[in-house]
């Protein structure tokens, strides 16, 4: 057999799946990072009638349907503050292959790139698959990342740093002084910020920025994606926003790894977009109100945990033991190491799941917290 490439041997397989494989087929699984809603009707209904019209058959342009580049651009002008030209938008295989772009285009062999820690599992290995190091940057006691800690990061090699609001795995929500710290960071020291706002639209307190839309640099890229936004993960619908340069050099990696992305799904995004925003409304209020519970639940056998303003994932401190404990007794969590070496002692609950559930859950863990303290 012939060899592989050393990029590849520094990734592995997710933890997080072999976590999912270790539980019985009846645990709660509190492990997923996917919204329990079904996809918004009229976002389904905009691609069955392009299926049907014949519409959604052949490639679209390589960034993407300019519907959807318009419905984009209107977004950003809605939510972000943001006057984007549609021509500076690829429509991307979800969120992934977006963040994917972003390394691809910026990042050589002798390349730093800071990645906050816990942080999401793809940050590190997409580094690694560009050539770079990574480089963790730990977050605060709030689990939000600090622009103090990412600054103090930089050296010579760095290329790029990472944000992430709404956080995964943390459900944290970064403060508008701090994007707009991110924002002068990339500006003044000449790196790229890739901000991944995947979890833009779940936002309970604070307010969501874009780091994008404080800087004059051209230095930050924004990723983001239908898949939480609007419960489309299955559709593999995302996006990335930057300037005309970044935008024709991501260009040339997504027109040879993909093409172009889903048609039907661009015609279900552009409905997602540009409709009625109240299903999302209504999946938000419901996260919000699960936030509390689960919140509640933890504080009261003891847990420490930060209060998750965004995204739908709880981040308790936990005592030694206790991740095996509540995965015997049929609970399935993620073990903050998952996430990165700043991950131990912590873990990741998705509230991704109907109230009832969670309570039944939350009793199971209580247990297992008595058990192990
Ligand atoms: N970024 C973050 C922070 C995520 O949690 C995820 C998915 O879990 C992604 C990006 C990728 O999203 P997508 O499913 O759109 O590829």
């Given at each position: 057999m012939t060899g592989f490439s050393r990029r590849v041997e520094q990734v592995s397989i997710s933890g997080i799946r072999e976590v999912f494989e270790a539980a019985g087929d009846d645990a709660i699984n509190l492990g997923l990072g996917q919204p329990d809603f079904p996809t918004p009707k009229h976002a389904r209904q905009a691609a069955i009638d392009a299926i049907e019209a014949g519409d959604a058959d052949a490639y679209t342009s390589n960034k993407g349907t300019e519907g959807l580049r318009q419905a984009i651009a209107t977004k950003h002008a809605r939510d972000n503050n943001l006057d984007v030209d549609p021509e500076n938008v690829i429509a991307t295989a979800g969120g992934s292959e977006a963040l994917h772009l972003a390394m691809e285009a910026h990042i050589d062999a002798e390349d730093e790139v800071l990645i906050p820690?816990?942080?999401?599992?793809a940050y590190e290995a997409l580094t690694n698959l560009a050539g770079g190091t990574p480089k963790s940057v730990a977050l605060r006691d709030d689990l939000t990342l600090d622009p103090a800690a990412v600054e103090a990061a930089i050296?010579?090699?760095?290329?790029a740093f990472i944000v992430n609001s709404p956080g995964n795995p943390t459900g944290a929500v970064q403060s508008v002084a701090d994007m707009r710290e991110f924002a002068r960071i990339a500006d003044e020291h000449d790196v790229l910020c890739i901000t991944?706002?995947?979890?833009?639209?779940?936002?309970?307190d604070g307010e969501h920025r874009s780091p994008l839309e404080f800087a004059d640099s051209g230095n930050v890229v924004l990723v983001n994606a239908c898949s939480k936004s609007y419960s489309m993960t299955g559709w593999r619908l995302g996006w990335v926003t930057g300037s005309h340069e970044r935008i024709e050099r991501m260009l040339r990696v997504h027109q040879y790894v993909q093409a172009c992305a889903s048609a039907p799904a661009q015609y279900a995004a552009e409905a997602a977009l540009s409709g009625t925003q109240e299903p999302v409304d209504e999946m938000v209020s419901a996260f919000e109100q699960r936030r509390d519970v689960v919140l509640d639940g933890l504080e009261d056998m003891g847990l420490s945990v930060p209060t998750p303003e965004g995204a739908f994932y709880a981040m308790p401190q936990v005592p030694e033991g206790w991740v095996d404990e509540v995965i015997d007794r049929g609970v399935v969590v993620v073990p903050g190491e998952a996430f990165g070496d700043h991950g131990e002692g912590y873990a990741r609950l998705s509230y991704a799941t109907d109230t009832e559930t969670l309570k039944e859950a939350l009793d199971i863990m209580s247990e297992a917290t008595a058990a192990v303290t």
């Open positions: 820690d816990p942080g999401f599992v050296t010579d090699d760095t290329a991944d706002e995947v979890y833009e639209n779940i936002v309970f």
